[in-house]
Protein backbone atom coordinates (compact mmCIF):
# COMPACT_ATOMS: atom_id res chain seq x y z
CA UNK A 1 0.00 0.00 0.00
CA UNK A 2 2.36 2.73 1.28
CA UNK A 3 4.71 1.88 -1.53
CA UNK A 4 1.65 2.19 -4.32
CA UNK A 5 1.31 5.67 -2.96
CA UNK A 6 4.54 6.66 -3.32
CA UNK A 7 4.86 5.52 -6.64
CA UNK A 8 1.87 7.69 -7.52
CA UNK A 9 1.76 10.24 -5.39
CA UNK A 10 2.59 12.54 -8.05
CA UNK A 11 -0.49 11.13 -9.81
CA UNK A 12 -2.40 11.92 -7.30
CA UNK A 13 -1.18 15.56 -7.17
CA UNK A 14 -2.18 16.31 -10.97
CA UNK A 15 -5.23 14.88 -10.77
CA UNK A 16 -6.24 17.29 -7.33
CA UNK A 17 -5.13 19.95 -9.63
CA UNK A 18 -7.30 18.95 -12.41
CA UNK A 19 -10.55 18.66 -10.37
CA UNK A 20 -9.55 21.80 -8.15
CA UNK A 21 -9.40 23.73 -11.37
CA UNK A 22 -13.04 22.79 -12.36
CA UNK A 23 -15.51 25.04 -11.16
CA UNK A 24 -18.84 23.29 -8.85
CA UNK A 25 -20.84 25.86 -7.04
CA UNK A 26 -23.81 24.37 -4.42
CA UNK A 27 -26.05 23.10 -7.23
CA UNK A 28 -24.55 23.66 -10.21
CA UNK A 29 -21.63 20.79 -9.71
CA UNK A 30 -22.28 19.36 -12.74
CA UNK A 31 -18.50 19.74 -14.59
CA UNK A 32 -16.85 17.84 -11.75
CA UNK A 33 -19.63 15.45 -11.82
CA UNK A 34 -19.18 14.85 -15.60
CA UNK A 35 -15.71 14.73 -14.98
CA UNK A 36 -15.18 12.69 -11.68
CA UNK A 37 -17.79 9.74 -13.45
CA UNK A 38 -16.03 9.47 -16.85
CA UNK A 39 -12.77 9.28 -14.51
CA UNK A 40 -14.48 6.06 -12.57
CA UNK A 41 -15.63 4.16 -16.03
CA UNK A 42 -12.69 4.77 -17.40
CA UNK A 43 -10.64 3.05 -14.28
CA UNK A 44 -12.74 0.30 -14.66
CA UNK A 45 -15.06 0.98 -11.76
CA UNK A 46 -19.07 -0.94 -11.75
CA UNK A 47 -22.04 0.16 -10.65
CA UNK A 48 -21.48 3.90 -11.07
CA UNK A 49 -24.26 6.05 -10.77
CA UNK A 50 -25.43 9.58 -10.49
CA UNK A 51 -28.74 10.29 -8.26
CA UNK A 52 -30.95 13.18 -8.60
CA UNK A 53 -28.87 15.29 -6.38
CA UNK A 54 -26.22 14.93 -8.60
CA UNK A 55 -24.22 12.51 -5.94
CA UNK A 56 -21.70 10.39 -7.90
CA UNK A 57 -21.84 7.02 -6.05
CA UNK A 58 -19.87 4.20 -6.49
CA UNK A 59 -20.80 0.71 -4.48
CA UNK A 60 -18.31 -2.29 -3.33
CA UNK A 61 -20.15 -5.34 -2.25
CA UNK A 62 -23.87 -3.96 -2.79
CA UNK A 63 -26.86 -5.05 -4.01
CA UNK A 64 -30.78 -4.45 -3.82
CA UNK A 65 -31.42 -5.90 -0.01
CA UNK A 66 -27.76 -5.25 1.28
CA UNK A 67 -28.08 -3.31 4.40
CA UNK A 68 -25.59 -2.37 7.38
CA UNK A 69 -23.38 -0.05 4.10
CA UNK A 70 -20.61 1.88 5.18
CA UNK A 71 -20.48 5.29 3.50
CA UNK A 72 -17.00 7.05 2.49
CA UNK A 73 -18.13 10.89 1.09
CA UNK A 74 -16.55 13.84 0.51
CA UNK A 75 -18.80 16.92 -0.89
CA UNK A 76 -18.01 18.16 -4.43
CA UNK A 77 -19.58 21.76 -4.24
CA UNK A 78 -17.02 24.82 -3.43
CA UNK A 79 -18.57 27.70 -2.27
CA UNK A 80 -17.02 29.80 -5.01
CA UNK A 81 -20.06 31.05 -7.36
CA UNK A 82 -17.46 31.03 -10.39
CA UNK A 83 -18.68 29.10 -13.65
CA UNK A 84 -15.38 29.85 -15.12
CA UNK A 85 -12.12 27.36 -14.51
CA UNK A 86 -10.63 28.17 -11.12
CA UNK A 87 -7.16 29.50 -10.89
CA UNK A 88 -4.64 26.56 -9.24
CA UNK A 89 -0.51 27.46 -8.84
CA UNK A 90 1.72 25.53 -6.89
CA UNK A 91 3.94 27.49 -5.49
CA UNK A 92 6.75 26.24 -2.18
CA UNK A 93 5.55 23.31 -1.29
CA UNK A 94 1.91 24.68 -1.65
CA UNK A 95 -1.01 24.03 -4.00
CA UNK A 96 -3.36 27.52 -3.85
CA UNK A 97 -6.86 27.53 -5.71
CA UNK A 98 -9.87 28.36 -3.96
CA UNK A 99 -11.87 25.21 -2.43
CA UNK A 100 -8.24 23.11 -3.22
CA UNK A 101 -8.64 21.93 0.62
CA UNK A 102 -12.63 21.92 1.03
CA UNK A 103 -13.28 19.77 -0.23
CA UNK A 104 -11.48 19.32 -3.50
CA UNK A 105 -8.13 17.37 -1.61
CA UNK A 106 -10.75 14.54 0.03
CA UNK A 107 -12.69 14.08 -2.82
CA UNK A 108 -9.44 13.34 -4.77
CA UNK A 109 -8.31 11.09 -1.78
CA UNK A 110 -11.54 8.89 -2.21
CA UNK A 111 -10.52 8.79 -6.06
CA UNK A 112 -7.38 7.72 -5.68
CA UNK A 113 -8.47 4.87 -2.84
CA UNK A 114 -10.95 4.05 -5.41
CA UNK A 115 -8.58 3.44 -8.13
CA UNK A 116 -6.17 1.80 -5.98
CA UNK A 117 -8.89 -0.86 -4.99
CA UNK A 118 -9.79 -1.62 -9.04
CA UNK A 119 -5.89 -1.64 -9.72
CA UNK A 120 -5.10 -4.19 -7.02
CA UNK A 121 -8.25 -6.24 -7.41
CA UNK A 122 -9.19 -6.11 -3.72
CA UNK A 123 -12.54 -7.65 -3.05
CA UNK A 124 -15.02 -6.47 -0.60
CA UNK A 125 -15.62 -8.33 2.48
CA UNK A 126 -18.37 -5.91 4.01
CA UNK A 127 -20.65 -3.00 1.95
CA UNK A 128 -19.24 0.29 1.05
CA UNK A 129 -20.12 3.26 -0.31
CA UNK A 130 -18.08 5.66 -2.08
CA UNK A 131 -20.44 9.13 -2.34
CA UNK A 132 -18.86 12.07 -3.83
CA UNK A 133 -21.75 14.26 -3.05
CA UNK A 134 -23.33 17.86 -3.89
CA UNK A 135 -24.69 20.52 -1.82
CA UNK A 136 -22.78 20.99 1.67
CA UNK A 137 -21.67 24.01 1.38
CA UNK A 138 -23.89 26.83 2.34
CA UNK A 139 -27.52 26.87 0.91
CA UNK A 140 -26.78 23.80 -0.68
CA UNK A 141 -28.56 22.67 2.74
CA UNK A 142 -26.75 19.31 2.85
CA UNK A 143 -29.12 18.44 0.01
CA UNK A 144 -26.67 15.70 -1.61
CA UNK A 145 -26.29 13.52 1.80
CA UNK A 146 -30.07 14.04 2.36
CA UNK A 147 -30.43 12.25 -0.69
CA UNK A 148 -28.04 9.47 0.04
CA UNK A 149 -29.93 9.05 3.76
CA UNK A 150 -33.00 8.80 1.52
CA UNK A 151 -32.25 6.53 -0.97
CA UNK A 152 -30.88 4.34 1.24
CA UNK A 153 -33.23 4.86 4.95
CA UNK A 154 -32.50 1.46 7.09
CA UNK A 155 -29.36 0.63 5.27
CA UNK A 156 -26.69 2.67 6.26
CA UNK A 157 -25.30 1.26 9.43
CA UNK A 158 -22.45 4.49 9.55
CA UNK A 159 -21.20 7.24 7.62
CA UNK A 160 -17.90 8.95 7.45
CA UNK A 161 -17.03 12.31 5.50
CA UNK A 162 -14.05 13.28 4.93
CA UNK A 163 -13.62 17.29 5.18
CA UNK A 164 -12.18 19.79 6.82
CA UNK A 165 -7.82 19.40 7.58
CA UNK A 166 -6.00 17.30 10.02
CA UNK A 167 -5.85 20.51 12.42
CA UNK A 168 -9.82 20.43 12.81
CA UNK A 169 -9.34 17.19 14.10
CA UNK A 170 -13.01 14.95 14.35
CA UNK A 171 -16.30 16.70 14.57
CA UNK A 172 -18.42 14.86 16.28
CA UNK A 173 -21.00 16.64 17.50
CA UNK A 174 -23.28 18.01 14.99
CA UNK A 175 -23.86 21.77 15.35
CA UNK A 176 -27.62 22.70 13.42
CA UNK A 177 -28.74 25.47 11.68
CA UNK A 178 -31.66 27.98 10.46
CA UNK A 179 -31.28 30.19 8.13
CA UNK A 180 -33.61 32.84 6.80
CA UNK A 181 -34.26 35.53 3.93
CA UNK A 182 -36.13 38.43 5.71
CA UNK A 183 -38.15 40.79 3.73
CA UNK A 184 -39.05 44.40 4.18
CA UNK A 185 -41.31 46.48 2.31
CA UNK A 186 -42.86 49.93 2.55
CA UNK A 187 -44.68 52.15 -0.26
CA UNK A 188 -41.09 54.54 -0.99
CA UNK A 189 -41.38 57.63 -2.17
CA UNK A 190 -39.18 60.77 -3.29
CA UNK A 191 -36.67 61.64 -0.56
CA UNK A 192 -37.58 65.18 -0.28
CA UNK A 193 -40.82 65.07 -1.51
CA UNK A 194 -42.14 62.06 0.67
CA UNK A 195 -39.77 62.84 2.98
CA UNK A 196 -40.88 60.92 6.69
CA UNK A 197 -42.33 58.48 5.02
CA UNK A 198 -41.61 54.70 5.83
CA UNK A 199 -37.47 53.68 4.74
CA UNK A 200 -37.48 49.66 4.50
CA UNK A 201 -33.74 50.20 5.14
CA UNK A 202 -34.46 52.27 8.40
CA UNK A 203 -37.07 49.72 9.28
CA UNK A 204 -34.80 46.65 8.72
CA UNK A 205 -31.72 48.02 10.62
CA UNK A 206 -34.23 48.55 13.69
CA UNK A 207 -35.19 44.52 13.09
CA UNK A 208 -31.38 44.17 13.41
CA UNK A 209 -30.70 45.66 15.98
CA UNK A 210 -33.17 44.13 18.01
CA UNK A 211 -31.95 40.42 16.93
CA UNK A 212 -28.13 42.15 18.21
CA UNK A 213 -29.76 42.40 21.15
CA UNK A 214 -31.47 39.37 21.87
CA UNK A 215 -30.27 37.03 24.82
CA UNK A 216 -29.09 33.64 23.81
CA UNK A 217 -30.51 30.64 25.44
CA UNK A 218 -28.74 29.62 29.17
CA UNK A 219 -27.68 26.23 28.45
CA UNK A 220 -25.45 24.89 30.56
CA UNK A 221 -21.96 23.23 27.80
CA UNK A 222 -24.46 24.90 25.11
CA UNK A 223 -22.93 27.27 22.57
CA UNK A 224 -25.53 29.09 20.54
CA UNK A 225 -25.11 32.08 18.30
CA UNK A 226 -26.53 33.98 15.43
CA UNK A 227 -25.20 36.08 12.55
CA UNK A 228 -27.31 38.52 9.96
CA UNK A 229 -24.59 37.88 6.71
CA UNK A 230 -25.79 39.97 3.78
CA UNK A 231 -28.06 43.37 3.68
CA UNK A 232 -29.21 44.55 0.70
CA UNK A 233 -32.43 46.81 -0.87
CA UNK A 234 -33.36 50.65 -1.93
CA UNK A 235 -32.85 51.95 -5.83
CA UNK A 236 -31.31 55.34 -5.44
CA UNK A 237 -29.59 57.55 -3.19
CA UNK A 238 -32.20 60.03 -3.17
CA UNK A 239 -34.92 57.06 -3.41
CA UNK A 240 -36.75 56.92 0.30
CA UNK A 241 -36.15 52.79 0.32
CA UNK A 242 -39.37 50.57 -0.81
CA UNK A 243 -37.57 47.34 -0.19
CA UNK A 244 -34.77 45.27 1.78
CA UNK A 245 -33.75 42.07 2.34
CA UNK A 246 -31.59 40.41 5.03
CA UNK A 247 -29.61 36.88 4.80
CA UNK A 248 -30.45 35.99 8.50
CA UNK A 249 -29.07 32.69 11.17
CA UNK A 250 -28.72 31.19 14.03
CA UNK A 251 -26.75 28.08 14.97
CA UNK A 252 -26.64 25.70 18.21
CA UNK A 253 -25.26 22.50 19.13
CA UNK A 254 -28.44 21.42 21.03
CA UNK A 255 -31.98 20.98 19.50
CA UNK A 256 -34.10 22.83 22.50
CA UNK A 257 -31.83 26.09 21.83
CA UNK A 258 -32.34 25.65 18.18
CA UNK A 259 -36.08 25.61 18.99
CA UNK A 260 -35.85 28.65 21.71
CA UNK A 261 -34.05 30.79 18.97
CA UNK A 262 -36.92 30.77 16.52
CA UNK A 263 -39.61 31.30 18.51
CA UNK A 264 -37.48 34.63 19.49
CA UNK A 265 -37.21 34.96 15.79
CA UNK A 266 -40.65 34.91 15.57
CA UNK A 267 -41.49 37.58 18.18
CA UNK A 268 -39.10 40.42 16.83
CA UNK A 269 -40.24 39.57 13.61
CA UNK A 270 -44.12 40.12 14.91
CA UNK A 271 -42.91 43.49 16.91
CA UNK A 272 -41.26 44.70 13.67
CA UNK A 273 -44.80 44.90 12.26
CA UNK A 274 -46.96 47.84 11.14
CA UNK A 275 -45.81 51.76 11.29
CA UNK A 276 -45.86 51.65 7.48
CA UNK A 277 -43.72 47.98 6.85
CA UNK A 278 -44.68 44.91 6.24
CA UNK A 279 -42.21 41.76 6.74
CA UNK A 280 -41.97 38.83 5.76
CA UNK A 281 -39.77 35.61 6.39
CA UNK A 282 -38.52 32.41 4.15
CA UNK A 283 -36.47 29.39 5.52
CA UNK A 284 -34.17 28.82 2.86
CA UNK A 285 -32.06 26.61 5.30
CA UNK A 286 -32.09 24.55 8.23
CA UNK A 287 -29.63 21.54 9.26
CA UNK A 288 -30.61 19.60 12.48
CA UNK A 289 -28.66 18.69 15.90
CA UNK A 290 -27.73 15.41 16.36
CA UNK A 291 -29.86 12.84 17.11
CA UNK A 292 -30.13 9.58 19.20
CA UNK A 293 -27.49 7.86 18.53
CA UNK A 294 -26.38 4.02 19.75
CA UNK A 295 -23.66 5.34 21.86
CA UNK A 296 -21.47 1.73 21.64
CA UNK A 297 -21.43 1.49 17.87
CA UNK A 298 -20.92 5.44 17.56
CA UNK A 299 -17.73 4.75 20.08
CA UNK A 300 -16.30 1.82 18.09
CA UNK A 301 -16.20 4.10 14.51
CA UNK A 302 -14.64 7.12 16.40
CA UNK A 303 -12.34 4.42 18.03
CA UNK A 304 -12.21 3.52 14.03
CA UNK A 305 -11.02 6.37 12.86
CA UNK A 306 -8.80 8.15 15.45
CA UNK A 307 -6.76 4.67 15.29
CA UNK A 308 -6.58 5.02 11.73
CA UNK A 309 -5.50 8.83 12.35
CA UNK A 310 -2.81 8.05 14.94
CA UNK A 311 -1.37 4.88 12.88
CA UNK A 312 -0.16 7.71 10.42
CA UNK A 313 0.04 10.97 12.49
CA UNK A 314 1.22 11.45 16.10
CA UNK A 315 -0.35 13.01 18.69
CA UNK A 316 -3.70 13.22 20.10
CA UNK A 317 -6.88 13.92 18.03
CA UNK A 318 -9.24 17.10 19.00
CA UNK A 319 -12.58 16.17 19.32
CA UNK A 320 -15.12 19.35 18.23
CA UNK A 321 -18.09 20.43 16.87
CA UNK A 322 -19.43 21.79 13.22
CA UNK A 323 -21.94 21.77 10.97
CA UNK A 324 -21.37 19.41 7.97
CA UNK A 325 -22.42 16.34 6.03
CA UNK A 326 -22.40 14.28 9.48
CA UNK A 327 -25.32 15.85 10.63
CA UNK A 328 -28.20 14.45 8.84
CA UNK A 329 -27.31 10.69 9.88
CA UNK A 330 -26.69 12.16 13.52
CA UNK A 331 -30.17 13.50 13.17
CA UNK A 332 -31.62 10.54 12.37
CA UNK A 333 -29.51 7.92 14.82
CA UNK A 334 -26.80 6.67 12.30
CA UNK A 335 -23.32 6.87 13.74
CA UNK A 336 -21.35 9.85 11.58
CA UNK A 337 -18.05 11.55 11.81
CA UNK A 338 -16.23 14.08 9.98
CA UNK A 339 -12.61 14.87 9.65
CA UNK A 340 -10.09 15.77 7.19
CA UNK A 341 -6.77 14.55 5.04
CA UNK A 342 -4.78 17.40 4.55
CA UNK A 343 -3.38 20.49 5.99
CA UNK A 344 -3.68 23.49 4.82
CA UNK A 345 -5.14 27.26 5.76
CA UNK A 346 -7.93 30.10 4.12
CA UNK A 347 -11.13 27.43 3.62
CA UNK A 348 -13.66 29.57 1.94
CA UNK A 349 -11.85 32.15 0.77
CA UNK A 350 -10.12 32.59 -2.41
CA UNK A 351 -6.24 32.20 -1.05
CA UNK A 352 -6.87 28.94 0.46
CA UNK A 353 -3.87 26.73 -0.12
CA UNK A 354 -2.95 23.01 1.44
CA UNK A 355 0.69 21.40 2.10
CA UNK A 356 1.31 18.86 -0.95
CA UNK A 357 3.54 16.67 1.44
CA UNK A 358 0.44 16.62 3.68
CA UNK A 359 -1.53 14.74 1.08
CA UNK A 360 0.36 11.57 1.60
CA UNK A 361 -0.63 10.83 4.91
CA UNK A 362 -4.02 11.83 4.18
CA UNK A 363 -4.09 8.79 1.66
CA UNK A 364 -2.47 6.64 4.29
CA UNK A 365 -5.23 7.40 6.73
CA UNK A 366 -8.24 7.09 4.24
CA UNK A 367 -6.33 3.59 2.86
CA UNK A 368 -5.59 2.44 6.36
CA UNK A 369 -9.23 3.43 7.42
CA UNK A 370 -11.39 1.81 4.70
CA UNK A 371 -8.88 -1.21 3.54
CA UNK A 372 -8.28 -2.67 7.05
CA UNK A 373 -12.17 -2.47 7.55
CA UNK A 374 -13.76 -3.61 4.28
CA UNK A 375 -11.30 -5.11 1.85
CA UNK A 376 -9.49 -8.09 1.76
Known amino acids: MNSWIKTEFANHVELLKTLAAIPAPSHHEEKRVEFITGLLRGWGAEGVYTDEAKNVCVPFGIDEGTSDITVYSAHTDVVFPDTEPLPVREEDGRLFAPGIGD ?24 PVLFVLNSCEEGLGNLKG ?32 SERWRV ?78 MRERFQELMWDAQGRGAEFSAELIGERPCGGRVDRDAYDALLARCETAITSVRSGNVKRGMGSTDANIPLSLGVPAVTFGLYSGKGEHTRDEWLEIDSLRDGLKIAFELVLKAHFE
Open 103 to 126: DTANVTAILTLIRYILETGRKPKS
Open 145 to 176: VRQIMKDNAGRIKELVSFDCTFEDGMIVKAVG
Open 183 to 260: NAKTQGGHSFGDFGSPNAIHRMSELVTALYSQQLPDISGVKTTYNVGMINGGTSVNTIAPSCEILYEYRSDDRIALAF
